[in-house]
């Protein structure tokens, strides 16, 4: 198979606590690769697992993780570690990552698929995500962070109070994070790209509305046929319902990073939950900060997905 060709390279290589973009030096691309790429709580794994079943034809639940390498995460391996084991898959490899699409390389071919979601739905996501990490999971953390000099402290505990996660989350970004990683960034590199034939743009309120034809949808861009006897089954095992059922198969490793392991990973996977809980004053904050920084197109598809607010691609 030719190696596709690499259209740029990373442009900044921004880290976090959790994240880095240097973990992805090393990272030899196959012209058939898929890359996952989310800001975190938008969906990442349900369209991990999505493509798992498209990409092995199976309804068959597999661990994420160790189909799904994800380079960047600095809790799991040492940097480098992940190449050999994506370099031994034999299947058609697809990536999980949180950054940027500036902060990656960029391979003509290579397929890229954005999963977005409305922004307080993220962050109360992430909310229930960071303020469940285990005893194990926040010793890692802090073990990273000391020894990184960015940073040179214990990974900073998460209040239990979500209305105080959102303030911050609005008003500094995620966790002290370099702000090329937050979230308006992260929306804005895609979006800016969205022209490209190898970037494709999926919302999370497309998928809780009509899963099986935003499963299509992604099957069509990886060029992935599915015999039309197998998508009713491919589609049930793609619910929530599913997933959560299936948490041990999808996601072993949850036990020891959250609270209630995958149970609490895959917590209610629903939108809104937000506007009874957020305090006004923050939630107009947001609104302000959304029209500073996104182009009106991009603030409403982010808000509303594809059905209502048209495909990005279509976007002026």
């Known amino acids: 198979m030719t190696a596709p060709k690499l259209i740029r390279p990373a442009l ?8 880095e973009a240097a973990r992805w030096d090393g990272y030899v691309a196959r012209a058939d690769d898929i890359v996952i790429a989310t800001y975190s709580k938008c969906g990442t794994t349900w369209m991990q697992h999505i493509v798992s079943m498209l990409v092995f034809k199976s309804a068959e639940p597999r661990s994420v993780g160790d189909v ?40 003509e071919g290579v397929k890229y698929v954005h999963v977005a979601r409305d922004g307080r739905d993220a962050a109360l996501s ?43 989350w609005v008003a500094h970004g995620q966790a002290g994070n370099d702000e090329t990683l937050d979230f308006f960034h992260v ?36 060029g992935i046929e599915i015999d ?15 997933m959560r059922k299936n948490g041990d198969k999808i996601m072993p490793y949850a036990h020891a990073l959250w609270e209630g392991g995958p ?39 982010v808000e509303h997905g594809r059905r209502i607010a048209g495909d990005p691609k279509d976007a002026v």
């Open 12 to 19: 900044h290589q921004p880290r976090s606590r959790v994240f």
């Open 68 to 107: 799904s390498p994800w380079p960047d995460f600095r809790f799991m391996m040492p940097k480098g570690a992940i190449w050999p084991m994506a370099e031994a898959q034999t299947h058609r490899r697809f990536f999980k990552t949180h950054l940027p699409l500036d902060a990656l390389p960029f391979y």
């Open 126 to 168: 992430l909310h229930n995500h960071l303020a469940n990490f285990t005893p194990q999971a926040l010793a890692i953390a802090d073990k990273i962070s000391l020894a990184d000099l960015m940073f040179a402290d214990p990974f900073p505990r998460t209040t239990e109070d979500a209305r105080a996660f959102f303030h911050d």
């Open 187 to 222: 929306e804005r590199s895609y979006w800016a790209e969205r022209k490209r034939p190898n970037i494709f743009f999926v919302h999370y309120n497309d998928l809780k509305a009509d899963l099986g034809g935003e499963m299509r949808r992604v099957a069509r861009f990886l």
């Open 228 to 242: 039309e006897t197998l998508w009713p089954a491919l589609i049930e095992a793609a619910s929530f319902e599913a």
């Open 263 to 301: 149970s609490r990973f895959l917590h209610k996977g629903t939108n809104g939950r937000w506007r009874d809980l957020f305090a006004p004053e923050d939630l107009a904050a947001y609104d302000r900060k959304v029209a500073a920084a996104f182009p009106p197109p991009l603030a409403r598809w």
